[in-house]
């Protein structure tokens, strides 16, 4: 059945832990113990490692959507040795009997499914913050907020140490912006130095979002990044599983429909953005029957669009025309409160992207007379009371497919979670190597490797085997590059076949009129 949120419910305390509901710890137990049968990387490393307790007495804070594949994730790190305080990444990604379980066996939660703002940040901050005496040693933080809450603290208590001042919490209309500075602004009263303490202790970071990856770039070329990070957003295995067919993308009409009880065969669709989720997304709505319309920037993008054959136009000049919108990349205020205004009645917006800056939310909910019914837990029916017609957003512009339902298939995302612990161990092995500078760094392909080689075996013994799972130096092949976007490379490794074979029939067809001639 799919996962359901439910706004402003109370929560529970289990010593540190605060969770929905502890009672549905079993059911959590039974979810997990299901996905750990098909999550062979995260397994495999957990058994071989267990004995030597690599992450012994490491303090690892993480930001994650909290679900069944997630928290096998975080169970593999405390069978590691290591201590884990946990949070959610999105105010409506929890499943809560995943939580009760976490947070009565292996870890300390804080998170429940529907967080107003103030609550999820509240949850972020009691995550990192490990009292007095220690705090994080490495953060694992899916999305960034962990990494921009540690930010934004250091930058206020600097400003506190030389002038005196708290953050101003009218320099932005955001209710969660608003949140986050709150808490800041709270904890400067009680220790001005808290964030500081919590930075110095931090060896370093791992990201997989592509919106908090581009952050930590960011944070990078201005001089401004607080410990070294490695991202897994790119790495070739996400792309070929948790961002293509196999994926979460995979679910989209289903999801549509269950929410929303639109038949998708026929309809209009524009997915916003045609990188490797919005291929995946529009091939799995053309599969749907619908009529795939995207909408992308990039004129590379955009003709790979016309090659796979989906129409390519501008969003004005399609916002009146089409039934569903999804939103799929990381590009900022995608679709605003006027494209919302130009749609058909009843139009579908919904966001398959980890980040809540596409659909401007914000606009729309202070739009003047605008009425807002909600019609199930995850869809709101907005009405414009001007003209009468209205719209439906999904999981209010956040993941849809996280809210709507369980997400990925548990072996589609295990590669991505596997990539996560390896990528944690080799931050804290190199802690002291100097191995790792105050940057942004790609996953190691050589690592990357060993985790696809984790998981050969299941997908057939004759095929591990047949690589003997440790591939021998000399029979090594080259991994494409994870920023390849186009798939260049591809047409290379075709080109460097193609172009000598056709060299050669050139040269023997040459030879044949020559000799033939005399």
């Avoid at 201005?222 to 490695?230: D, R």
């Avoid at 897994?232 to 269950?258: H, W, Y």
Wanted: with cysteine; glycine share 8%.
């Amino acid at each position: 059945m799919a996962h359901r949120f439910i706004r402003n419910r109370s929560s529970v305390r289990h010593g540190e832990s605060i969770v929905k509901d502890l009672s549905l710890a079993d059911s959590g137990r039974r979810k997990l113990k299901r996905a750990e049968v098909k999550m062979p990387g995260l397994m495999a490393v957990r058994t071989l490692s267990v004995p030597s307790k690599p992450l012994k007495d490491v303090n690892i804070t993480c930001s994650l959507n909290i679900t069944t594949h997630t928290g096998v994730l975080v169970e593999a790190l405390t069978a590691l040795g290591a201590n884990v305080r946990l949070c959610s990444s999105n105010i409506s990604s929890t499943d809560d009997h995943v939580a009760a379980a976490i947070a009565r066996d292996s870890a300390i939660v804080f998170a429940r499914d529907g967080q107003t703002p103030e609550q999820y940040w509240s949850c972020t901050a009691r995550a990192v913050d490990w009292g007095l005496s220690t705090g994080p040693h490495l953060i694992l933080d899916h999305g960034g907020d962990l990494t921009m809450l540690i930010y934004k603290g250091v930058e206020a208590e600097k400003e506190f140490a030389s002038k005196g001042t708290f953050p101003d919490l009218g320099s932005t209309n955001d209710v969660a912006s608003k949140a986050m500075l709150t808490i800041i602004s709270e904890s400067l009263k009680s220790d001005p130095m808290k964030y500081h303490k919590i930075k110095d202790g931090i060896v370093g970071v791992t990201i997989e979002n592509t919106t908090g990856a581009n952050m930590l770039l960011q944070m990078q070329n201005s001089g401004t990044l607080l410990f070294p990070a490695i991202s897994v957003r790119e790495f070739v295995s996400k792309i070929m599983f948790a961002n293509n067919l196999t994926g979460g993308c995979q679910s989209l009409p289903d999801d549509l429909m269950d929410a929303t009880d639109v038949m998708i065969a026929g309809k209009v669709v524009v997915v916003l953005g045609y990188g490797d989720t919005g291929k995946a997304c529009a091939a799995a709505l053309k599969q749907a029957r619908a009529v795939v319309i995207v909408a992308d920037t990039d004129p590379v993008f955009s003709h790979q669009a016309t090659i796979d054959g989906i129409q390519v136009q501008l969003l004005k000049d399609v916002v009146s025309k089409a039934d569903i919108f999804v939103t799929t990349t990381s590009y900022n205020d995608m679709i605003m409160v006027e494209d919302m205004r130009k749609m058909k009645n009843d139009a579908i917006l919904c966001n398959i992207d980890s980040s809540v800056i596409h659909i401007d939310m914000v606009g729309l909910e202070t739009f003047p007379g605008v009425k807002k019914f909600t019609t199930s837990p995850i869809t709101d029916r907005w009405v414009f009371t001007d003209t009468g017609r209205a719209i439906i957003v999904l999981a209010e512009g956040r993941l849809m497919n996280l809210s709507c339902a369980t997400g990925p298939p548990s072996f589609a995302i295990s590669t991505s979670l596997t990539n996560q612990v390896i990528a944690l161990l080799e931050l804290w092995n190199e802690r002291s190597s100097g191995k790792y500078e105050k940057k942004v760094y790609e996953f190691p392909e050589h690592l990357e490797e060993e985790v696809a080689a984790l998981h050969l075996e299941t997908l057939g013994e004759d095929q591990a085997d047949q690589i003997c799972v440790q591939v021998p130096e000399e029979d090594h092949l080259p991994v494409q590059s994870a920023y390849d976007r186009y798939g260049v490379g591809q047409c290379l490794n075709v080109c460097g076949i193609v172009i000598p074979f056709l060299s050669l029939i050139v040269a023997v067809v040459g030879l044949v009129l020559r000799f033939g001639g005399e």
